[in-house]
């Protein structure tokens, strides 16, 4: 199985689209308009209907899907914002949101959260002076991720100016100087919105 029909499979088991595929999601391509039925069901049965502990398992595997991260990690996370002061589900989602692979994305530099995670591993981009490839390096505000030099010609790194993309007021991207700086940190209405964080903190909580 091809890795895109994988990410694909991933989307119609969750019922939804996750926008793990970039542009592909916004196409009559997108496989959850061709096909909303969950891998391997008939589609004469549809998503049935799921008791309050699949409801919140779903959601957690959705979250997981959506930001690209194992169990392990996401639980890490998990127990790292609960120790946080504040809402733990806010927290969780603003520490996942801070990911330096979720930055690329939302600053437009990549296409989906894979794409950005693959551009960060082949060391594009310089953060804070200095080569990395560590996708889940946490960012702060004052931090600076910029294009390398040598890698600005990258096709996709090229394409960044040209998308149109809503960049949330946490993140400034420089398209001159090819850089991001991160103004300050997230704020609760500019996490990722498609996520019910009450049942993935329910989950936990069990």
Known sequence: MSTNNAKCRLCRREGEKL???GERCHTQKCAVQRRNTPPG???????SKLSEFGRQLREKQKAKRIFGVA???FRNYYQKASS?????GENLLALLERRLDNVVYRAGLADSRSQARQMVSHGIFEFNGRRVDIPSISVRPGDLITIREV????????K???????V???IKFDVKKSQVEIVRFPEKDELEQSIVINLIVEFYSR
């Open 151 to 158: 890698s600005a010609a990258h096709p996709v790194a090229a």
């Open 160 to 166: 960044a100016s040209e998308r149109k993309i809503k």
């Open 19 to 21: 926008f793990l595929k």
């Open 84 to 88: 946080m002061k504040g809402i733990c």
């Open 41 to 47: 069901k008939d589609p004469k049965n549809r998503f």
């Open 71 to 73: 169990e392990k990690v």
């Open 168 to 170: 949330p007021s946490w």
